[in-house]
Structures are given as structure tokens and as C-alpha cells.
């Protein structure tokens, strides 16, 4: 990234943290594929479902699920169509990216927010799976640090667009 040796440490940073989140959620995405065969053989060959299957099997899914967040945040992977470009020019495309950005930044620090909080509620609230009693609460905070990863990455690509509002923006979804 073009931006300056503060920019690309921390962009480097957030890429090993979600590189570090991604080999979890590979190795839960392993787990959850063996977690899958050994339920289906056992309901069907021995004709003996195992007790709270499910519940291993959604917190996995959840753990996956935070990795992709964060995965896709980081290599550009969540969809964006960029309708504007085809009717306006460049100047306002700049200004609409630092308006997205901002909402974007803004939408998921609350998610991360609200993933902190309710992981912290605990079992009054019902945060437990309904066979195992699985506690949600580093499931909620997996969530959340994936969020908040996230967030970091769209705070990077904002701040990067305002210092190239100029020049080339090194994010810019190319046409």
C-alpha cells in the first residue's frame, strides 16, 4: 500500500491477524466436515444419532463463518457494484466511496459493539445451545473480533481514500 510505512505495518498487522483467524476457521471447517461424516454414519449405519451433534456442528459453522468475515474483508472477497461510475465522474465516485467507507465503518463497529455486548450477557439470556449447553460466549467474541477486523481493514481503505482522493486509491474495485 503506497500510503506510508505507518499504513502498510498496520495493513500488514490486520492481514496476519486475519491470516492467524482464517487457519482457524480452515481447521473448524476440517472439524466440521468430520463432524458431519461421523453424524451421518452414525445415524444411518448404526442407526444411533449422537446426542448434541448439532450444536458442535453450529458453533464450528459459527468460527467459519467469523474467519470468511474477516478473510473477505481483507482480500476484497464482499460484493460491491459501482453503479455511480457508469452515470458520474471521477471526483464523484471519490466522494461516494468516502461516504460508503464511513457507513461501512460505522455499521460494523456497532455489530462488533453489539457482538461484545451480548456475548457477555451469558447464560441469563439464554446465550447456551439448547443440548450441550454450549456457552456462546467466545462465539460471540469470535464474531465480534472478526467484525472489528474488519472494521479495522474499512477504516485503512477510508483513510487510504481520503489521502489519494487525488491520485490512484490502492482499494478502488476496479472497473
Do not use: W
Not at 27 to 38: E, P, Q, S
Not at 85 to 95: D, N, P, Q, S, V
Not at 150 to 175: K, M, R, S, T
Amino acid at each position: 500500500m503506497p500510503t506510508g510505512g505507518l499504513f502498510s505495518t498496520i495493513d500488514r498487522g490486520l492481514g496476519r491477524l486475519v491470516g492467524l483467524l482464517s487457519i482457524v476457521g480452515s481447521l473448524c471447517l476440517i472439524a466440521l466436515v468430520a463432524i458431519t461424516v461421523v453424524a451421518v454414519v452414525a445415524r444411518y449405519f448404526f442407526n444411533d444419532p449422537i446426542f448434541g451433534i448439532e450444536d458442535v456442528s453450529t458453533m464450528a459453522l459459527t468460527v467459519v463463518v467469523a474467519a470468511a468475515v474477516a478473510y473477505g474483508g481483507q482480500h476484497g472477497a464482499h460484493v460491491s457494484v459501482n453503479v455511480i461510475g457508469f452515470f458520474a465522474g471521477r471526483k464523484t465516485t471519490r466522494i461516494t466511496d468516502i461516504l460508503a467507507r464511513s457507513l461501512g465503518v460505522m455499521t460494523i463497529a456497532i455489530a462488533a459493539y453489539a457482538l461484545f455486548a451480548k456475548g457477555q450477557c451469558g447464560f441469563e439470556c439464554g446465550a447456551f445451545t439448547a443440548n450441550l449447553e454450549i456457552h456462546h460466549k467466545i462465539f460471540y467474541y469470535t464474531l465480534g473480533i472478526a467484525m472489528a477486523l474488519y472494521c479495522a481493514q474499512l477504516l485503512v481503505h477510508l483513510i487510504a481514500g481520503i489521502v489519494h482522493f487525488n491520485g490512484e486509491d490502492p482499494h478502488e474495485i476496479a472497473d
